[in-house]
């Protein structure tokens, strides 16, 4: 059974800086690809950023050079950097595992585990 848990969302000022987690069991971070999506009420959910089994990566261009994806594949443990925050990176912030085998990360709909989210506030 695939278990993600996100943590370490909160309220942050604009500037500000916060590393999310993403605790992972049941799929293997160091063959799957992992990813950050994030959703706003109301607005499709985006994805942020993915780290495939083999290490390439791909960020969204709203947050490249202010975001970083990594993972921790002995802790089994994705993370997502984020610094220099805006108000619109405010939302709810999910980690998501697609365990196929693949290069290069897949399309969202290859994700097919999900974790329940965790929510980022930015205010000025």
């Known amino acids: 059974q695939v278990q993600l848990v996100e943590s370490g969302g909160e309220s942050v000022q604009v500037g500000g800086s916060l590393t999310l987690s993403c605790a992972a069991s049941?799929?293997?971070?160091?063959?799957?690809?992992m990813a950050w999506f994030r959703q706003v009420p109301g607005k499709e959910r985006e994805e942020v950023a993915c780290i495939s089994g083999s290490m390439v990566t791909r960020v969204a261009d709203s947050v490249k050079g202010r975001f970083t994806i990594s993972k921790h594949s002995a802790k089994n443990t994705l993370y997502l950097l984020m610094h220099s925050l805006k108000l619109e990176d405010t939302a709810m912030y999910y980690c998501?595992?697609?365990?196929?085998?693949?290069?290069?990360?897949?399309?969202?709909?290859?994700?097919?585990?999900w974790g329940q989210g965790t929510q980022v506030t930015v205010s000025s």
């Open positions: 049941g799929v293997a971070l160091s063959t799957s690809s």
């Open positions: 998501a595992a697609d365990d196929s085998i693949r290069y290069r990360c897949g399309s969202e709909s290859d994700f097919g585990y």
